[in-house]
């Protein structure tokens, strides 16, 4: 089994900084690739970030780049979110999930993914 735990939400102001864990338990493997999504009240899950088994290719939905950061620790079997720069509309709150899937388009799309973590709140005030 694999069990994914995201942690590292929380409350903050427009222009901090916060950095989303996510640490994978079970029969895991680095080949995966692995991605954080997010889903605000109303509205559809939506891809954030992206990065492949190696940690040599990422991808970043248009409103992250520049100002998030995804990376992981092979050793520690984590993925990490470095958000720079909050918003008020990065309010929602934050899935990682593991693909076993190739790297590809279709890493941006959420059926592309087999396991997730049960979320973890990130709120932005201005």
């Known amino acids: 089994q694999v069990q994914l735990v995201e942690s590292g939400g929380g409350l903050a102001q427009a222009g901090d900084s916060l950095r989303l864990s996510c640490a994978t338990s079970?029969?895991?493997?680095?080949?995966?690739?692995r991605g954080w999504f997010r889903q605000a009240p109303g509205k559809e899950r939506e891809f954030v970030a992206a990065?492949?088994?190696?940690?040599?290719?990422?991808s970043y939905t248009d409103s992250a780049k520049g100002r998030f950061t995804i990376s992981r620790d092979h050793a520690k079997n984590t993925v990490y979110l470095q958000m720079n720069s909050l918003k008020p509309e990065d309010t929602a709150v934050y899935y990682c999930?593991?693909?076993?899937?190739?790297?590809?388009?279709?890493?941006?799309?959420?059926?592309?993914?087999?396991?997730w973590g049960q979320g973890t709140q990130v709120t932005v005030s201005s």
């Open positions: 079970g029969r895991a493997f680095s080949l995966y690739a």
């Open positions: 990065i492949n088994w190696s940690g040599g290719t990422t």
């Open positions: 999930a593991s693909s076993q899937r190739g790297w590809g388009p279709q890493m941006e799309r959420p059926d592309n993914y087999d396991y």
